[in-house]
């Protein structure tokens, strides 16, 4: 098995993204540990910069970086495409989440 560096970087950069949006849900909804909502914030930032560097990776192994939007826009028949579609979509949820104190 040969992968490409791109489904290496997409996997564990995207991958360590949610598991830390993941950690910080769990903290927030426990409330075993206590946040700062400074320190909460920037988890989440650097999770989402985690999960960005891990997509644009994706959209940069596609054959046509340019037709990103057609591999979108299939979301009714693919799966990989309902994926994007929801990574994409956990954006507002997690920064709004994270705001909340």
């Keep these: 098995m040969d992968p490409a560096y791109s489904v290496i970087l997409f996997t ?6 949610y598991g830390l949006i993941a950690w910080l ?3 927030r909804l426990s409330g075993m540990w206590h946040l700062d909502p400074v ?18 990776s994706s959209t940069f192994h596609l054959g046509h970086p340019e037709r990103a939007w057609r591999a ?3 979301w009714r028949t693919s799966w ?3 994926e994007g579609v929801l990574a994409i979509l956990t954006y507002p949820a ?3 989440f994270a705001a909340i104190p």
């Design 12 to 17: 564990s950069s995207s991958g360590a993204g």
């Design 25 to 27: 849900a769990l903290a």
């Design 39 to 56: 320190a909460a914030v920037i988890t989440c930032l650097v999770a989402l910069a985690l999960i960005t560097t891990g997509l644009l």
């Design 72 to 74: 979108m826009s299939q």
């Design 80 to 82: 990989l495409s309902r």
């Design 94 to 96: 997690a920064l709004v």
